[in-house]
């Protein structure tokens, strides 16, 4: 017996590996991700909300190893929903996951369509989520209720610069103490004038150290001389004694009753210096000692008394 069908069963067998062999070829180049679907998931902690209030978006990606890119919101943008963080995911175990704040500025049921994510080139999508936006209630007056007001805790640096404050003040207080209680006060110091008897005594006496006359200087020592008893005269009698000539000196003295027992010495002793200086007379030399002590003796007998019970009354 003849067969004739083995040359077709031959072209089977060789058709079968040829496609075999193509099927092979396509799933070695297919990506593996098509052998896994991935699954975009968005959730929201609550589906009711009022106007305005923030909610959280939660964001899951699974399985996935390749890191998303950034999600396109502008379809929910157009709803009047408003994204309030950076886009940032986070990788877990399984995939990314993320989680936003929004908030919905359009009152009743909304529904947000799918979201749109890229990843490995290809655009994934989520699934799509319903919310009932509420306005704001409002009473019978047309007003909102008031909230309540939210207090803030109390802390020490609410009280920080009334206490640095405080603390300043006490220390300007205390300087300003320990300054009145330990400054000493400076003593005022009252030079009281001596009288004119004193210091014509003590310019005498400065005199006789100089030693004028001793040294031939007799002009020098007689025009000092005159000088000490003339300035004596117009501060214990107030006449102008340093100006004028010795008569109208003596003229003007006549007048007071604590001088006249003394004009003739002092007439003496005004007249002889004004010839020594004038006329160049050359006196004895025992005339300036004798000078000397009788301007001494006339200055000592004129001085001002004062009486003892005014004294006593201004030391006390």
Request: charged share 20%; proline share 5%; with cysteine.
């Amino acid at each position: 017996m003849r067969t004739i069908a083995k040359p077709a069963l031959i072209q089977k067998v060789r058709s079968f590996w040829a496609h075999g062999i193509v099927l092979l070829a396509l799933l070695a180049f297919c990506p593996q991700d098509l052998h896994a679907q991935v699954s975009f998931e968005c959730r929201v902690d609550s589906n009711k909300m009022l106007i305005g209030d923030q909610r959280s978006l939660y964001l899951q990606l699974s399985p996935a190893s390749t890191s998303p890119g950034p999600i396109d919101f502008s379809a929910w943008e157009s709803e009047g929903v408003e994204i309030l963080d950076n886009q940032q995911w986070n990788q877990t175990t399984n995939g990314f996951e993320q989680q936003l704040t929004f908030a919905v500025f359009d009152t009743g049921y909304v529904v947000l369509p799918p979201l749109i994510l890229q990843i490995a080139g290809d655009s994934i999508y989520s699934n799509d989520l319903a919310l009932e936006v509420q306005g704001i209630m409002l009473d019978s007056t047309g007003l909102a209720p008031i909230k309540p007001i939210l207090k803030e805790p109390v802390r020490l640096s609410d009280f920080l610069l009334y206490i640095i404050v405080f603390l300043v003040g006490l220390l300007i207080i205390g300087l300003v103490f320990l300054r009145k209680k330990y400054t000493a006060v400076p003593e005022e110091i009252v030079e009281v004038p001596l009288p004119p008897h004193q210091i014509a005594l003590m310019s005498l006496e400065k005199l006789k150290g100089k030693k004028l006359w001793q040294q031939g200087k007799i002009k020098e020592y007689q025009s000092e001389l005159t000088h000490i008893i003339r300035e004596y005269l117009e501060n214990r009698f107030k006449i102008k004694a340093l100006e004028s000539t010795t008569g109208e000196i003596i003229s003007e003295l006549g007048k007071k009753d604590q001088v006249r027992d003394w004009l003739e010495q002092l007439s003496q002793i005004l007249n002889m210096a004004d010839l020594i200086k004038f006329a160049k007379a050359k006196p004895e030399l025992g005339v300036h000692d004798q000078f000397m002590q009788m301007a001494e003796s006339f200055i000592i007998g004129t001085k001002e008394t004062i009486d003892q019970s005014v004294q006593t009354e201004e030391e006390e």
